[in-house]
């Protein structure tokens, strides 16, 4: 059973509010929407993204190409969930459904938004704890000029760059509040610390476009809601000095209910730990969120286009000849960068919870990016465009050097290509820092 | 001056306990009196450079400045890469706190004959130094970002070099910039922690953002070696200590679940013209140190113009990014090669009067933070922890004569900086000879053609426009 220490009265406006809280964050909390459990049933066990995104809920009535995606319009689905709750609330009045006291609806109302934010928190900390949401640049992003990525991926790398455990401390910070969300008294501090967090993360959200605006609101309201609780009697304390008694009224657990509260609790935490070893163990056997599959062997670095011969004629050095390539960059996957005069076609889509898939091209406008894989039968490679995966290259390559890779073949149009490159030494900046400031850059 | 609860302002009747009465524990006494010989000697300097450059203030802005940037002596420094980066540029801290320490032991023996009960009085004094401390230090900065020069928006010499050959607070710094309006958000956080206590009742709120704040910058200075986590930092000690005041009352609210009856602690003044006094002090106070210091840095960046950023506009219509489609050294034409160390590679005529050329070389680069200075020449912002073989240039363009008389703004010796640094409004073009001396024609809209001289060579240069439109520049939308 459950039990109310002290019973407060409400208010008819307070009543209504609270009944429409609850519909609306039912609306927004309780996984209602059949593609939740499509996900659900569809999860890999041993893919940490698709466990991820169930602790990433968040409904949507309207979806499609006509919805706005940015702006206030794009807060539509909100709208939807209020006009919903309003008729949920009004309906309520009907007392058929009013069958626990308010008190104890108010409560079961915060354990809802604890658990959800809580939840919604907690992926997302171990994500930046393992340092995988926003991973380092990769060698190719070194050598992109810094106004041919989207701002999205400028904010990406450089919190992705930062030293002394900078992203991992906001990882903890996150964790923390969220652990602190699920004891009662320690709510106030894990709202209050996740309302700050999240207020940087929503206005980052909006400088950078970040893409995921809506979803960090949402997290903040509950916050703010959490916090809304106990603020009035923190700021009759530190503001005003007034005689202060603690929060009105708490519910109190017992047989059954009991039981079933361990039980949740046990298994949101054994949930967590399960996904935090899954990232981890993902981090250190791949490159995530970059492809897992070794690139050519010996072959990771910058090189120099010496020669370039395309159908039999030799392309002399140019900034602007629309065919000859530039410069390559061989990272330590299958991924093959290059440097064209050629518009790219910019992916200008969201940075997303995609595992292995094209994180690295998202979001650079600068180098076109080529996915190879070594065909054995014609001992060659063949380069995939990912912007337009109908072109390739089929190449042999030879090493007469280290330094020195020779690359010939045919694309899709039967065009013949024969290349020379040679690895270059670069010290980075970025790498050797401002520490030392004897040295040439 | 009597002392006494606040409690006008409560509803409910409360019993009425002079704050002052209870008699603290001798651990809260010795506790006290280390954390007030700490906390005074990290804000209030004991040496007197400080108290000499406030005396010499030329002008109201720079009195208001040295000012706002008070701060303790620096007793100990360690000159390795820690000292300056990591951990032991911390050292000052702990050579405060063993003095703290001594001074507390001594304090404690001199007073051992009648030793004071209770320092709330002094504790409420400690808290108006820390509160005063932190809100000028805040408000400086967040003046700063909110008109908003501390990070300027990135040049186009910015947007056309590799992200590998930023420093990490290049990067850092850029990605603030490059979004004004977030940029100007931040600065309002901070002036609204700094002003937030200048009143008590809002004190905890403005100690708590001051805290977040704080936290975080100094943590990020960190992360990217932005080299003032030390004064980020101070804050954060500083906010500390105010927040604890409030922490026996909240913890036992929140985690005890009591009763509270707060028994915070103000003076209170008995006289008519003391109350007006301190009202008029008051007043004064916070309307100089918001409205008027605000006016100060409005009429620093927007009227005399004195930003990071260059402000001399460049020559008319001319800015962009070109290819350099014909180089000719002293007669000998250098065809487009990205290896050659010669040869310019691009040029960026930036839309104030920096021109930007690239070769394949390495330099010496500045590497500091790049401050706001008078003349656009010593503007170093825009070139400071840039690499990947860039030259920036500052030009004087003689449109009459399409003469541009072009220095190199990466070749600033030690002693000019340094007379810089003592001697405001120096021209550090003087007795310098301008290290490219050229003639410009402008045959179409999109193509420049230099020639002239650097140093001994006669160059002559084609330059071609190319139209571009950075991604970084796009904004999306819907119809994206």
Redesign the interface.
């Given at each position: 059973m459950t039990t109310i220490t002290q019973p407060s009265a409400w208010k008819p406006a307070q009543l209504f509010a609270l009944r429409f809280a609850i519909c609306y964050f039912i609306i927004q909390a309780v996984p209602l929407d059949w593609k939740f459990y499509q996900a659900l049933f569809h999860v890999r066990a041993g893919h940490y993204e698709d466990w991820l995104r169930l602790t990433a809920y968040y409904p949507t009535f309207l979806s499609g190409s006509n919805t706005?995606?940015?702006?206030i319009a794009s807060y539509i689905n909100w709208a939807v969930a209020a006009g919903l709750a309003l008729i949920g609330a009004f309906l309520w009045q009907f007392k058929v459904l009013d069958v626990l006291p308010a008190d104890r609806y108010y409560y079961l109302l915060r354990v809802l938004l604890r658990y959800r934010l809580a939840v919604g928190v907690l992926g997302y900390g171990l994500l930046k704890l393992i340092w995988v949401q926003l991973p380092r640049?990769a060698l190719s992003?070194?050598?992109?000029?810094?106004?041919?990525?989207?701002?999205w991926k400028?904010?990406y790398?450089?919190t992705g760059?930062?030293?002394?455990y900078?992203e991992q401390?906001i990882g903890v910070l996150e964790i923390i509040g969220a652990v602190l969300l699920l004891f009662r008294?320690?709510v106030?501090?894990g709202a209050?610390l996740l309302t700050?967090l999240l207020t940087?993360i929503l206005?980052?959200n909006?400088?950078?476009?970040l893409?995921h605006h809506l979803y960090s609101s949402y997290l903040l309201v509950l916050a703010l809601v959490l916090l809304s609780h106990?603020l009035p009697?923190?700021v009759n304390?530190?503001?005003?000095?007034?005689?202060?008694?603690?929060?009105r009224s708490r519910l109190v657990f017992s047989g059954n209910f009991l039981r079933i509260r361990k039980g949740l609790q046990i298994a949101l935490v054994a949930f967590f730990i399960f996904l935090g070893s899954l990232i981890f163990i993902s981090f250190k056997h791949s490159d995530i969120p970059y492809p897992s599959t070794p690139g050519l062997k010996d072959a990771y670095g910058y090189y120099?286009v010496k020669s370039f011969i395309y159908n039999g004629i030799t392309l002399?050095?140019?900034?602007?000849d629309s065919l000859r390539w530039?410069?390559v960059v061989f990272e330590k996957w299958n991924t093959l960068s290059v440097k064209i005069n050629q518009p790219v076609k910019?992916n200008?889509s969201i940075p997303a919870l995609e595992g292995e898939a094209n994180y690295e091209t998202l979001?650079n406008?600068?180098r076109h990016y080529y996915r190879y894989s070594a065909d054995s039968v014609h001992s060659s490679l063949l380069l995939r465009s990912i912007e337009d995966p109908s072109c390739f290259w089929r190449l042999a390559s030879k090493r007469p050097d280290n330094e020195t890779i020779l690359l010939f073949g045919t694309n899709e149009q039967q065009d013949t290509v024969s290349i020379v490159l040679e690895r270059q030494h670069?010290?980075?900046?970025?790498?050797e820092?401002?520490?030392n400031?004897q040295?040439?850059? | 001056m009597q002392v006494e609860t606040l409690t006008r302002r409560t509803k409910a009747p409360i019993a009425t306990i002079l704050a002052g009465s209870q008699a603290w524990k001798p651990w809260q006494l010795i506790g006290f009196r280390i954390a007030f010989i700490f906390y005074v000697l990290l804000i209030i300097p004991v040496d007197g450079e400080w108290y000499s450059s406030v005396v010499s203030s030329k002008i109201i802005f720079d009195f208001f400045n040295t000012m706002m940037r008070i701060g303790g002596s620096t007793f100990v420094r360690i000159n390795t890469e820690s000292g300056k980066w990591g951990i032991a540029s911390y050292a000052n801290w702990a050579a405060v706190f063993l003095i703290a320490l001594t001074g507390a032991a001594l304090w404690t023996i001199l007073v051992r004959k009648g030793p004071a009960k209770e320092y709330t009085r002094l504790n409420y004094l400690l808290c108006v130094l820390i509160r005063y401390r932190i809100a000028v230090g805040i408000l400086v900065f967040g003046f700063m970002k909110f008109y908003p020069v501390q990070m300027p928006y990135p040049g186009l010499g910015s947007l056309e070099t590799n992200f590998g050959d930023f420093s990490g607070y290049k990067l850092y710094w850029h990605s603030i910039g490059l979004v004004p309006w977030y940029e100007v958000f931040l600065g309002c956080v901070e002036i609204l922690a700094g002003t937030l206590l200048f009143f008590r009742p809002t004190v905890f709120f403005g100690a708590v953002l001051n805290f977040a704040v704080l936290y975080n910058i100094a943590h990020a200075n960190h992360a990217y070696d932005g080299g003032v986590h030390v004064y980020s930092a101070v804050t954060v000690l500083f906010s500390s200590y105010l927040i604890a005041q409030y922490i026996p009352d909240l913890w036992k609210l929140l985690i005890k679940e009591e009763e509270v009856v707060p028994r915070r602690y103000v003076p209170l003044f008995t006289q008519h013209w003391q109350r007006v006094l301190k009202t008029l002090l008051k007043v004064v106070t916070v309307l100089s140190l918001t409205v008027w210091y605000g006016y100060l840095r409005y009429e620093l960046h927007y009227i005399t113009k004195e930003t990071k950023a260059p402000s001399t506009p460049g020559l008319a219509h001319a800015q962009g990014y070109y290819h350099v489609t014909t180089f000719r050294v002293n007669g000998t034409e250098l065809p487009y090669n990205p290896l050659d160390s010669v040869r310019w590679q691009e040029v960026i005529f930036e839309k104030y009067s920096t021109l930007v050329y690239k070769v394949n070389k390495t330099k010496r680069i500045p590497l500091d933070n790049g401050s706001r200075q008078e003349n656009d020449i010593d503007r170093e912002y825009e070139l400071s922890g840039i690499g990947g073989g860039r030259t920036f240039l500052y030009y004087d363009a003689d449109t009459l004569h399409q003469k541009l008389s072009l220095y190199d703004k990466g070749v600033l010796n030690t002693r000019i900086r340094k007379d810089r640094e003592k001697n405001r409004g120096l021209d550090t073009k003087k007795g310098r000879l301008p290290d490219l001396l050229l003639h410009y024609e402008r045959p179409s809209d999109q193509q420049i053609i230099l020639s002239g001289l650097s140093g001994k060579d006669s160059l002559y240069v084609v330059l071609d426009r190319v139209e571009k439109q950075y991604p970084i520049h796009i904004v999306r939308t819907n119809s994206k």
């Open positions: 706005p995606l940015w702006g640049p992003d070194l050598y992109t000029a810094y106004g041919d990525f989207l701002p400028v904010y790398h450089t760059v930062g030293k002394a900078y401390t008294k320690t106030v501090f209050f700050l940087n206005m980052a909006f400088a950078y476009s893409g106990d009697n923190i304390i530190v503001s005003f000095n007034r005689k202060t008694s603690p929060a120099n002399p050095y140019s900034p602007v530039q410069n910019i200008l979001g406008g600068g670069h010290r980075f900046l970025l790498e820092g401002r520490r400031i040295q040439k850059f | -």
